[in-house]
């Protein structure tokens, strides 16, 4: 079970996503994670969320929520979750997420 909600590290969380990776390609088609934000940068506070990069085979449509909710369980934790198709019209945000990335 993941540590509490402020205890988690980036060790923490890159593990846990590596035991479910088969699990997360299987179910949702994930074919990259990518872990990046505060919890990548080493400067998380007691309000961060973990922010993942999710590359996948196709769109989800409502099974996104679904892939949401499994990561939030796995990790016990607050996520958001972004795609690349998300960021093709934020190239600044695009910039800052690939400064970050930590991939799986």
């Known amino acids: ?3 509490a909600k402020n205890e988690l590290t980036k060790e923490q ?3 846990y996503l590596r035991e479910h990776k088969k699990e997360l390609y299987e179910k949702y088609g ?11 940068r080493g400067n998380k506070s007691e309000n961060s969320d ?8 196709k769109p989800l449509g ?10 939030e369980k796995i990790l016990n ?10 960021l093709q019209h934020n190239p600044e945000l695009w910039e800052d997420v690939q400064e970050d990335i930590v991939n799986v």
């Open 1 to 3: 079970m993941p540590a």
């Open 13 to 15: 969380i890159l593990q």
């Open 30 to 40: 994930v074919r990259k994670i990518g872990l990046f934000g505060s919890y990548a």
């Open 50 to 57: 973990i922010d993942l990069l999710l590359e996948l085979e």
């Open 62 to 71: 409502f099974a996104f929520v679904d892939l949401c909710d499994y990561l």
């Open 77 to 86: 934790h607050n996520v958001d979750v972004l795609t690349p198709p998300m």
